[in-house]
C-alpha cells in the first residue's frame, strides 16, 4: 500500500478529517490484538499506528501482520527506535524530535536506521514531533531526555512548527504524551493549524468523542487515540 501521504494530503484537501487507533506494542499480546482487530474495523479510524517509547520486544513483526490480516487500514510505525522498524507495516512516521535537542532524536536515531529502510519497502513520511507539555512526566520524556514545550508557549510551538515545515517535513505532529493529563490546547492547535500548510496530527490526552471532535474543529487533520482506546476497546461505542 502506498500513496500514504498523497492520500492524507487528499483528505486535508477535502476538509476529511482522519483518525488513528495507535497500538503500543510493549502492552498488546498477539492474542489481544485478534480482539482488537475487530474493535478497530467496527471503528471510525482511518489508519492505524505501531509503536512505543520503550519497546524492545520480538514480535513486531506478527503483532502488524495479525493486525493486517484483521483489517483493512493503512498501518504506519511509530516509531521510538530504529528498532522499530517493520517491513509488515505499508509505512513510517520518520521522526525528528524538533521541540528537543538531543541529537539522537533530531538525528542519530535517522541515520541509524538508514540500511534497515533502503532494504524495506515502507513508504517514509518526513515528520516534524513536537512534544507538549501535557502535565505529567512522559515516556517520550524520560526516554528522550528532552523538554516539552510549555502548554500555554503557543509562539514557541509554532515557530518549532513552522521550522519543520521549512526544512520540508510532510507532517506535523503535536504530541501531549501517552496518558497525558491534559491534551494540547485548542488555541495551540488553532494557531499551528492556521500558520502551516502541512497537515496537523494532534495525539496526547485525548479522552472523548466530544474532545474529538473539538480537535477537528480547531484545525488538526489527523487525530491520534492510544491510551483512551486501550483502557476502552468499546470507546467508539459510547
Known sequence: MQNLYSNILQAKKDNQKLLA???????????????????IKASPATHIFVGGSTFSGTHLDQLIATLKKGTQLPILIFPGHPSQIS????????????????????????????????????????????????????????????????????????????????LGKK????????????????EMIRFVSQNIYIPLIVGGGIRSM???Q????????????????????NFFSL
Open 21 to 39: 487507533i495507535l497500538i503500543d506494542p510493549e502492552k498488546v499480546s498477539i492474542e489481544q490484538v485478534v480482539v482488537l482487530s475487530e474493535k
Open 87 to 166: 517491513n509488515e507495516a505499508d509505512g513510517i512516521l520518520f521522526l525528528s524530535l524538533l521541540s528537543g535537542r538531543n541529537p539522537e532524536y533530531l538525528i542519530e536515531h535517522h541515520i541509524n536506521s538508514v540500511e534497515a529502510l533502503e532494504k524495506s519497502n515502507l513508504e517514509i513520511i518526513p515528520t516534524g514531533y513536537l512534544l507538549i507539555d501535557g502535565g505529567k512526566e512522559t515516556a517520550v520524556q524520560r526516554v528522550s531526555q528532552t523538554q516539552p514545550i510549555e502548554h500555554n508557549n503557543i509562539e514557541l510551538a509554532y515557530k518549532t512548527a513552522k521550522a519543520g515545515e521549512f
Open 171 to 186: 507532517l506535523i505532529y503535536l504530541e501531549a504524551g501517552s496518558g497525558a493529563n491534559q491534551h494540547v490546547s485548542l
Open 210 to 212: 466530544k474532545t474529538i
Open 214 to 233: 473539538e480537535v477537528y474543529e480547531s484545525g488538526a487533520d489527523l487525530v491520534v487515540i492510544g491510551t483512551a482506546f486501550e483502557n476502552d476497546s
